[in-house]
């Protein structure tokens, strides 16, 4: 069976796939990957379904090779990636072959980047996924000597490309409001609103601790609330008034205020941001949020319309003529002289 073979790995690889979902009530939270939207953009790349598991590498990579000849796609947080000495593109999927040693080294921006094969990665599944939860105790760290099956894969192809969306530098989290979010005075989520918060260095797939300058953020009444569920996404305000994103590995109860939400489009720019990435929050209603998840779905999946080759092929260029495909014309004279 053809696989990857892993020849070394940093600390933060793990196999992730969209997740366990229907375990919350049993403890378990989702888990899954922290950028959900590169998982799509490799099932785009690859032709497959975006539920597949790939690697995720938090920061960075590690070498690989395959048993047989795959196909391979890059997406998320874009990283340092050689073929054998030769630079290859990222958001791209490539060939990789029996001998050849793949190269992925650090972030240049964002955190999380994500290493697919064509079929998925085929480890066994534990409660209806391939995850791995470490929180929970599911799964182990890829390390190296570690040899990943790769599924059936049909109709990949190498030389493919995909412009990401961009959100590896920060920018505006949307909110919508939670269940505390009344706690916090009008003039205190004008404040939230205002601050530029600094992701700090403090942050895993758990979730992540924001730092801003100036006094925390203080509820009114926080004494009174009891332990309930909370999910990726709540930015839970701790005792000394700072908040914490919560992302896709986080616990599954908690009793600090929950200031709002962030919509689940906004997760992967929260979960890409690396330490000193500047991120801001806006409150919005949740009928639009519901409104730009329903507009999200729709684009993640015509993600595969977006795919475009490498290089084109000039018998799929209609306008030809149009392009200039050799240069350096002279009209003679030079080559007389």
């Given at each position: 069976m053809t696989g990857l073979i892993v020849h070394a790995a940093g600390p933060g690889v793990t196999v992730q796939d969209l997740g366990r979902a229907g375990w919350l009530a049993y403890g378990l939270s989702r888990g899954g990957a922290a950028d959900r939207l590169a998982l799509a953009e490799g099932a785009a790349l690859l032709g497959q379904s975006p539920a597949l598991a790939a690697l995720e590498m938090a920061g960075t990579g590690g070498s690989f090779g395959a048993t047989g000849p795959i196909i391979i796609a890059l997406t998320g947080a874009p990283m340092r990636a050689m073929l054998d000495g030769a630079p290859l593109l990222w958001n791209a999927s490539h060939a990789l072959a029996p001998g050849q040693r793949l190269q992925i080294g650090a972030a240049m921006d964002g955190v999380y980047g994500y290493l697919?094969?064509?079929?998925?990665?085929?480890v066994p599944e534990v409660m209806g996924s391939r995850s791995a939860h470490l929180s929970a105790g599911i799964g182990a760290p890829v390390v190296a000597g570690d040899v990943l099956p790769a599924g059936p894969a049909t109709g990949a192809r190498a030389g493919r490309m995909l412009e990401p969306e961009p959100r590896f530098a920060?920018?505006?989290?949307?909110?919508?409001?939670?269940?505390?979010?009344?706690?916090?005075?009008?003039?205190?989520?004008?404040?939230?609103?205002?601050?530029?918060?600094?992701?700090?260095?403090r942050g895993n797939r758990q979730g992540v601790r924001l730092a801003a300058g100036g006094a925390g953020f203080r509820p009114e009444g926080a004494l009174t609330i009891l332990s309930e569920i909370i999910l990726p996404g709540d930015v839970q305000v701790t005792g000394d008034g700072a908040p914490y994103i919560l992302l896709s590995e986080c616990q599954t109860m908690g009793g600090y205020p929950r200031i709002g939400t962030v919509v689940p489009g906004d997760l992967p720019r929260a979960a890409q941001a690396a330490p000193g990435t500047v991120l801001r929050f806006r409150f919005v209603e949740r009928e639009a949020a519901l409104a730009d998840h329903r507009r999200r779905a729709a684009g993640q999946a015509a993600l595969a319309a977006r795919v475009r080759p490498m290089l084109r092929d000039p018998a799929d260029m209609g306008d030809l003529l149009s392009y200039q495909l050799i240069g350096g014309v002279t009209a003679g004279e030079d080559a007389e002289e």
């Open positions: 697919h094969v064509a079929g998925g990665i085929g920060g920018g505006t989290l949307r909110l919508v409001p939670s269940a505390q979010t009344g706690l916090f005075s009008a003039a205190e989520r004008a404040r939230f609103e205002e601050t530029a918060f600094v992701r700090d260095a």
